[in-house]
């Protein structure tokens, strides 16, 4: 197998220590020291199951020993794709105790993107549930490994729940993991084809959910919900279920982000803190006008993965009651904040700022040179938790980051004199659908697999409920297919839902469709402007 590794320079590294962000604890390590300190604090709840931090920490352990027991070795790599219940956290730590690699992937992904994180991350075991929302996953894992040999364990949490609880002769095994080592793989959001893999190690990680736990004053006292798919980074760590059992806080695993049952969770377990994307929290600001639930207790409401429209975010604090915190990150590493104590206007109409005094923000023009404060640019960076590279993707890296190690991250952002960054736009052809990150070269590639299409170009349209959606133009070889046959035929190709174009529009011809005589970026550049002209008139 390819090694797994994600290097600082050691100047850096040596830095990053001295300053204290990077403390030499494991993933496994703090779980089991907030086991010790307090073992009978509720960690998790989630439909009937309600764990102490000792029984998580213990489950850990079952599922650890389950793992080893079945042949896998410590640095093998583990697909893990689990909807928002409690065995998300306790396989996911029973892997970090066995020194196994979880690959983190979405339950919304299909044969097309899990075949793509197999081969990738040369992984030999794939973690599911049987089904959920009417999904048969096991019938998804079934051609996963048709395709995928080296994927020799099937591990349904169903089928393992009870071997797990009894198997506790393993558990103890000494796994002595390095801080410095790489814990997990994350997925990218895919501005460019299929997403790419991300080596987060320990001291990188840690650091950043321990931060924003404190940045988001998370305590004992505190109730986390996870709304959204809880394998986003978003939900793991700004601070996410990992930042609040970090500060020994209560997780609280939704099973959806629809109001009606977000609400109930909220009442019933008195939530204060939880994180949406725009087009949720417009959904639940308009839903808290008539519930009948007590949402009191909420007193953070965070929104990110998008941008978040100043005149809707004015509107949280009179809508539910309590306050707005813009979240502005990336799975690659920067995560920015607006802070608890910030005032209206910032909170309103910035993104925030870094967590870290060592995260590094170049904001640069198209030559390269820095931009005035206030005026838009590309922005990169670099920090003590900000990958210096993607795993087996050498064009990627070499496309992604400067010789110097910054990454460029395709936003486009401003910055104000006090460091607050607006997002702007991307630089790549890049659809944000609600927070999930589509690359129109992918759609696009699929599009054309169909024998009725001979070119396609994917834009972002503005939507006021998606943030963007996805508009695919066509241009037909032959008889025209329907729209609808369209849709299906990309669906049929294993991909996730939220991939499938939102619209197709069918044209006679681009202004140009021979190769080279007009960038991609500046078709469908061109196209959206049509579009949204035409929309106008």
């Known amino acids: 197998m390819l090694e797994l590794k994600q290097k600082w320079p050691e100047e850096r590294a040596a830095r990053y220590r001295d300053a204290g962000y990077w403390r030499g604890e494991t993933m496994s390590g703090f779980l089991e020291q907030r086991a010790a300190e307090i073992p009978d604090h509720i960690a998790v709840v989630g439909g009937p199951e309600r764990w102490t931090y000792a029984d998580l920490a213990r489950k850990a352990q079952q599922y650890a020993a389950t793992f080893l027991a079945l042949g896998l070795a410590p640095g093998d790599r583990v697909i893990v794709q689990l909807p928002n219940i409690p065995e998300f956290l306790s396989v996911v730590f029973g892997l970090f105790r066995a020194g196994l690699i979880p690959v983190f992937t979405l339950p919304a992904h299909r044969l097309t993107e899990i075949v793509h994180f197999a081969e990738k991350s040369e992984a030999c075991a794939y973690v599911i549930t049987a089904t959920h929302d009417g999904f048969n996953y096991r019938g998804l894992a079934a051609e996963v490994q048709a395709y995928s040999p080296r994927l020799r364990h099937l591990i349904v949490v169903d089928d393992v729940r009870q071997a797990a609880e009894g198997a506790i002769e393993l558990a103890n095994l000494p796994v002595n993991a390095n801080p410095a080592d790489v814990a997990f793989l994350q997925i990218s959001g895919g501005s460019t084809g299929l997403s790419k893999l991300i080596p987060r190690t320990h001291d990188d990680y840690i650091y950043s959910f321990r931060a924003s736990a404190e940045i988001c004053g998370l305590d004992e006292t505190s109730a986390y919900m996870a709304a959204l798919p809880v394998a986003h980074n978003f939900p793991m760590s700004s601070p996410g279920v990992f930042g609040a059992l970090y500060a020994g806080s209560r997780v609280v695993m939704c099973p959806s982000p629809a109001a009606e049952v977000a609400f109930a969770l909220i009442e019933q377990e008195r939530v204060t ?40 975010a004015a509107r949280v604090k009179a809508a539910l ?63 003590p938790y900000t990958i210096n590279a993607y795993h087996n993707d050498d064009a990627a890296n070499a496309r992604s980051f400067t010789d110097d190690g910054y990454y460029r991250t395709g936003d486009i952002v401003s910055r104000s004199a006090d460091g607050y960054l607006t997002v702007c736009g991307r630089t790549g052809d890049h659809i944000n659908r609600s927070g999930e990150k589509i690359s129109a070269e992918e759609i696009e590639d699929h599009l054309l697999a169909h024998a009725s299409v001979f070119d396609a170009a994917v834009v972002s349209i503005p939507d006021p409920y998606l943030g963007e959606r996805s508009c695919a133009f066509v241009i037909p070889m032959g008889e025209k297919p329907k729209g609808a046959a369209l849709k299906a035929f990309v669906r049929s190709r294993g991909l996730a839902d939220f991939k499938v174009p939102d619209q197709i529009v069918f044209v006679e011809a681009f202004e140009t469709t021979a190769v080279g005589k007009t960038s991609r970026k500046f078709l469908r550049q ?8 035409t929309a106008e008139l």
């Open 526 to 533: 061109m196209l959206r402007e049509q579009f949204l002209k």
């Open 321 to 383: 009651g309590c306050a707005l915190q813009q979240v502005f990150g990336m799975a690659e590493g920067l995560v920015n904040y607006t802070r608890l104590d910030d005032p209206d206007d910032i909170v309103i109409n910035t993104q925030g700022r870094p967590i870290s005094p060592d995260d590094e923000v170049l904001i640069v023009d198209d030559l390269g040179n820095p931009t005035k404060d206030g005026e838009p640019g590309m922005l990169l960076t670099r920090g």
């Open 273 to 312: 803190i939880t994180g949406l994307v725009p087009p949720l929290a417009l959904l639940w600001m308009q839903a808290a006008t008539t519930t009948q639930w007590d949402i009191s207790s909420l007193k953070v409401l965070q929104v990110g993965g998008a941008k978040f429209i100043p005149e809707a």
